[in-house]
């Protein structure tokens, strides 16, 4: 689900008003904005806006939700595939999440900067409960709703406000229009920068709603936007009332806000400090009204959990090259639907998948990148009975083989146990590919009574001449670097030989490694190459601005030691963005971070060799 919904974010990134991120994480403030802590606690999110207008009341036509039906509609088609093993509420949450990683640069679905919990319910019927601020007032207003109505502390009220560097304001939905910040699809701490910038001098104008009201927002040069309840974080407007057509200029005198200026100060000055901030703050509007929520894959609060944030169900098919099993249980909830069993990759070889269960249950099995004719992919292992359905090229109630094949991908062998079952036993079904996966596959189950399934799944090494240590293995992908923040790009495992790393970028960044077996002391692991300037900090023995190498560890340790080179931070041919980081052999686990003295996009391009190893039989006996 999590590579589904970022794909889905990276498809509709378009800065405009179908910029879906942003809107998802709209969704999840306003379908929280029910919550009120001084009363009973009710609200927060139960997806009440997916809900058809049919009455008086209708939360998705209220004058604060206008412009999200393009989100709901957007994500409805997404969520009935995966009806049956979570709530609409949480399948916006996860929304939420994902959005948050997208715009902030991150995409690691086990390492999300918003802690996602499952196990939020749907509510059946409209209500006519609102608690959002009113952008007319200041923060007396802004505190009435998110301190005493929500619970959160000014800290993370603060930190919430800041989601305005994403998205614009649209005249036609609210009557204020423009951006807030200059670059509106990423999540950083830009609104903070331009909000307290001595530079920037702001002009209060005077606008008139959709539904006839007079209302005001912020404007300085450069398109920047501001409403009362952004500016006041700043400025204290409940006492320094602006009037129509004041211009103010931060750099002159002005009543502060005593009790957030300085946390404004402390966002714009750390956008790292803000954005784990906001993770935090983000979490906890999404858990509002739940007393039990759970971790992905922890039952503890007594419901039927979803599949993990990947998009690869209970599966874990570990390390590229190495053969593995695994096995989980599989919910069936309710009878007569599927329920995602899991994404097999390409790659993998020697597949095969076994689900065992008491009650008569079906395997699919579908290429999710043939969608040409179907939507759900073009089916390999499935039977239907109309002359014009999704019927796949095993479909039999017996044990039967067939080849797979479309233009663009090898041909593939797959096994099937039939629709009949292991001897005759209809809730124990098998499937199995021979050789090589060449294209993702999902396999559903459809359960014809309600129950569970065991799934019992296993692979084989896979034989190629990477993984046979017989020609380098390589690879590349890009990753959002945001201004002034150190991210995580990726895990190096130990045993890799001569690996060869290269980020190149536009923008001045910075490649850092670190020994994650050593946090001695730091809980960072300790750096092997990284640059900080304060005393006692992090700094790795390659930190300089020029080409440099070094043995590490510096003493003969468990696993040998490893010879490091390092361009240095001025780059190759000292064009900075321009580096590498080249290791012999990898003899502890490292973990490679960026930071990024401007924002901008870094290509990483990599290889490796793998210990060499002989070839065996490839499948499974």
Known sequence: MYSELRTFFVDNDNGGQTDMAALAIRLVFHDAASFNATGNGEGGMHAIMRLTCNGNICERNFDDNRGLGTIIEALAPMYQLHATELSNADYWALAGTVAVDYTS??????????????????????????????????????????????????????????????????????????????????????????????????????????????????????????????????????????????????????????????????????????????????????????????????????????????????????????????????????????????????????????????????????????????????????????????????????????????????????????YNGVNGARGTEWVEILGETSTPLMMRAFAFRAGSATVDYEWAFEESPCCLGQSPCTGSFTQQILQGSLIDVGQIPVGKLSVNIQLLSAEDVDIQIYDLEDTSSFSEGQAIVAWCGSPNCNSGSLNGAGADQTLYPPTTAEGGVALYEYSGYNGVNGVKGDEYIRVDQTTRTLMMKAFGYRAGTAAVNYSFMNPPRTATSRGLN
């Not at 007032?137 to 929500?150: A, I, L, P, S």
């Open 105 to 418: 640069g991150r995409n690691n679905p086990r390492a999300t900067l918003v802690p996602f919990r499952w196990g939020r319910i749907d509510h059946p019927i409209q209500n006519s409960i609102t608690g959002r601020v009113d952008a007319e007032g200041g923060w007396n207003e802004v505190k009435r709703v998110f301190v005493d109505r929500y619970g959160f502390t000014p800290t993370e009220t603060v930190a919430l406000i800041g989601a305005h560097t994403l998205g614009r304001m649209h005249r036609q939905n609210s009557g204020y229009d423009g951006p807030w910040v200059r670059n509106t699809r990423s999540l950083d701490n830009a609104f903070y920068r331009d909000l307290i910038s001595t530079q920037r001098s702001w002009t209060y104008e005077t606008r008139t709603s959709p539904t006839g009201n007079t209302i005001h927002q912020w404007e300085a040069p450069g398109n920047r936007n501001m409403l009362n309840t952004d500016m006041c974080i700043v400025r204290d407007i409940d006492v320094d009332v602006p009037t129509n057509g004041q211009t103010v200029d931060h750099g002159g005198a002005y009543t502060r806000n005593t009790e957030t200026f300085a946390i404004v100060q402390r966002f714009a000055d750390n956008n790292n400090d803000w954005l784990i901030s906001f993770g935090g703050a983000f979490a906890k509007l999404m858990d509002l009204g739940y007393t039990c929520l759970d971790l992905p894959g922890e039952t503890t609060c007594g419901s039927t959990p979803p599949p993990p944030t990947t998009d690869t169900g209970g599966f874990d098919w570990g390390e590229n090259c190495e053969a593995g099993s695994g096995n989980f249980v599989l919910n069936l909830p309710t009878a007569n639907t599927y329920a995602n069993v899991g994404v097999i990759p390409p790659g993998k070889f020697g597949v095969r998948v076994r689900l065992s269960a008491v009650e008569d249950l079906d395997i699919t099995l579908f290429d999710t990148e043939d969608t040409s004719q179907f939507a759900e992919g073009r089916a390999i292992v499935a039977w239907c009975g109309s002359a014009d359905c999704n019927r796949g090229v095993l479909a039999g109630s017996n044990e039967a083989q067939a080849v797979y094949s479309r233009p663009g991908i090898a041909d593939m062998t797959v096994r099937y146990s039939g």
